[in-house]
């Protein structure tokens, strides 16, 4: 069978497409491989910051992303009575609001139909096993059928399972001590274009965000001590966020009373992934798989693209795909290990104060930096924000 130039990528999300893309236009054939049955259209906004826009610019699809721009006007902090605390328009400093800020779902989708007719996607499908070949990759999936391929790139996110199977005994999940969970609700009337945040109440932390006509999306952490939740069940996930929601409020009690109607959660422990090699053999890792920084950096999108562009590139220009590998880790590694250190569990400690002394003191430091004095005295000029820009990661032109 011919493999030469036949790719599979495991996962649909944001890395797994996006590499297809490239791959695509540098002549490789490429089968997507996703466990879910649809497409994942869940999660809240995204920034795709720096070097991540200048990937979309290359791919042409900067202008559908523009289209689809959430309008968010800024961020809002309440009380757990509901009422404002702060508020942070889009761009003050310390505010959640970025320039090009779109739903991960949308996001996703604008990628999917980028690629759709391009590659083989094929949803409900997983890896079961790989046996390297003296020039590939052997691979049976979970219907029973087996499959040859020259690379298999795995793009499965944060808890990726192939992952596990290849590389496990040389990634360490990092847990922060909390639980993340994003999920999308019904909109209500009073839901405007601004991002609500509640924090302070018991260790639970509940950002609201405009989604569509319909759905208001949900990012809710929690502290807990272990990562013991039980994955993939949703009833046990849902118990565990009722229990989280109790008593904290009036915009907690909303998200209680429309959980029951919820069924696609991105929820697990808040780790980082830490791989000491992100390949072995013809295996390779791109995205949250290799190196996830934690949604509270914001930049984990961003890295997903540019991981998946380089190792793209460095595919292509290579007959070795050891060397191809080697170059794509180490021109991207420096680049996620920057991003990763943004974030550690005292920081998501104090983002989710417990006792009322805390409470107090987050939201005096709230209404200080709300103050528009402070933030003009804070807020980057124009000039430092090319300055950052420039110092972010340099792309080559591989096509
Ligand atoms: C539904 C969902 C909602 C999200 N919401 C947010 C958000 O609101 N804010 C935020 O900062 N980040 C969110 N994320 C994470 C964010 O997308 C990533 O941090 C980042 O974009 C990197 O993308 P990725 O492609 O590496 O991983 P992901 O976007 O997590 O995509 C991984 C894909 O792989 C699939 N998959 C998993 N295991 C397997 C397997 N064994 N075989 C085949 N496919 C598999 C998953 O179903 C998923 O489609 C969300 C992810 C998902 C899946």
Known sequence: MEIAKKILICGAGIAGPTCAYWLHRYGYSVVIAERAKTLRDGGQNVDIKGAGQEVIRKMGLAEKIEARNTQEQGQKYFDAAGELVATFPKGAFGGLTADFEILRGDFAQI??????????????????????????????FNDGTAEDFELVICAEGLNSVTRAMILGDKTELRYFGAYMAFFNIPRCPEDDNWAWTVNGIGGTFITLRPGTESHTTVLMTFLREKPDIAADDNAARKTVLLRALEGRGTIADRISAALGSVDD??????SQVHASTWSKGRF?????????????TGEGTALALVGAYVLAGEIKGRADH?????AY???????AEASQRKMN???????????????????????????????????????????????????????
Not at 126 to 131: A, E
Not at 265 to 270: A, R, V
Not at 284 to 296: E, K, Q, R
Not at 322 to 326: C, D, G, I, K, V
């Open 284 to 296: 390779v890792m791109i995205g949250d798989a290799a190196h996830s920084p934690t949604p509270f």
């Open 111 to 140: 990628l999917y139909e980028a690629t759709r007719d391009i590659c083989d996607y094929r949803f409900s499908t997983f890896v079961t096993g790989l046996t390297e070949t003296a020039d590939g990759v052997s691979v049976t």
């Open 329 to 335: 880790e180490s021109l991207v590694r420096p680049y």
């Open 345 to 399: 569990p005292t920081l998501i400690r104090l983002m989710h104060v417990k006792s009322g002394f805390g409470v107090a003191v987050t939201r005096l430091i709230q209404r200080f930096f709300a103050n528009s004095s402070v933030q003009k005295m804070l807020k980057p000029s124009d000039a430092t924000r090319a300055k950052r820009r420039r110092k972010d990661f340099h792309l080559s032109d591989y096509a």
């Open 322 to 326: 050891r060397a191809a590998f080697e």
């Open 265 to 270: 959660f991105y929820f697990g422990p808040m």
